[in-house]
């Protein structure tokens, strides 16, 4: 007994479509991503130091770190904090708290080389009145003369 067999195979019919499903979960991905870091991403400020011949500074912890822009504008980053950009009374504000909380801190100044020399001193005038000790100014090595 022998089943005839008509020789026929059923097609299965094709699909002439993409499939987008994976391209989307992928740019999904992509985008929860691009999300969670972009926070993260620490933008600098551009400040061109002066330079000079002074010893380096050894420092067990991390500075205190006030920036004058060439504008004028100042950015304060503390320790284990965000860089974030106070006008005067902010910054006094926050620099006062810091202070009473961390007594003989060191600030470091790092001023444009471009900024005008009111504009700097009234940044350290500000940390002065603060209750910060220490005032500190930076600046890039200068380059050897031979």
Same mark, same amino acid.
């Given at each position: 007994?022998?089943?005839?067999?008509?020789?026929?195979?059923? &097609?299965r019919k094709?699909?002439? #479509?993409?499939?987008?499903?994976?391209?989307?979960?992928?740019?999904?991905?992509?985008?929860?991503?691009?999300?969670?870091?972009?926070?993260?991403?620490?933008?600098?400020?551009?400040?061109?130091?002066?330079?000079?011949?002074?010893?380096?500074?050894?420092?067990?912890?991390?500075?205190?770190?006030?920036?004058?822009?060439?504008?004028?504008?100042?950015?304060?980053?503390?320790?284990?904090? #965000?860089? #974030?950009?106070?006008?005067?009374?902010?910054?006094?504000?926050?620099?006062?708290a810091f202070? &009473?909380?961390?007594?003989?801190?060191?600030?470091?100044?790092?001023?444009?080389?471009?900024?005008?020399?009111?504009?700097?001193?009234?940044?350290?005038?500000?940390?002065?009145?603060?209750?910060?000790?220490?005032?500190?100014?930076?600046?890039?090595?200068?380059?050897?003369?031979?």
């Amino acid at each position: 007994m022998s089943t005839a067999f008509s020789g026929r195979r059923a &097609r299965r019919k094709l699909k002439n #479509e993409i499939n987008v499903v994976p391209y989307i979960d992928v740019m999904l991905v992509l985008l929860i991503i691009f999300m969670v870091t972009a926070p993260l991403l620490n933008l600098g400020v551009e400040v061109d130091l002066p330079q000079s011949n002074a010893r380096g500074i050894n420092s067990e912890s991390e500075p205190v770190l006030l920036e004058v822009t060439q504008d004028g504008r100042y950015f304060l980053k503390l320790a284990d904090a #965000e860089r #974030e950009e106070l006008d005067e009374a902010a910054l006094m504000a926050k620099m006062g708290a810091f202070v &009473r909380a961390n007594p003989n801190v060191p600030v470091y100044v790092a001023g444009d080389r471009r900024v005008e020399y009111g504009v700097l001193m009234q940044g350290m005038a500000l940390m002065q009145q603060a209750g910060v000790n220490k005032v500190l100014l930076m600046s890039t090595p200068a380059a050897e003369t031979r």
